[in-house]
């Protein structure tokens, strides 16, 4: 088991920009590059939006 020093939120933790498209679109969402927001180390923000559905009945059942 493994233990950490410090709480998980306060822990580095760093994705590329391919791997957090990649969890998106495994789960059926794109992702919409937002960019920078005045974050104090510089980190930028993406967004995930789920994918269209290509089957009409999903939207009206």
């Known amino acids: 088991m493994l233990y950490l020093k410090q709480?998980?939120?306060?822990?580095y933790f760093h994705y590329t920009r391919r791997e957090i498209v990649g969890f998106g679109e495994r789960h059926g969402y794109t992702v919409e590059y937002i960019g920078e927001w005045s974050h104090p180390r510089g980190q930028v923000m993406l967004a995930y939006r789920p994918k269209p559905?290509?089957?009409p009945h999903a939207l009206h059942p």
């Open 7 to 11: 709480p998980h939120d306060h822990a």
């Open 53 to 55: 559905s290509l089957k």
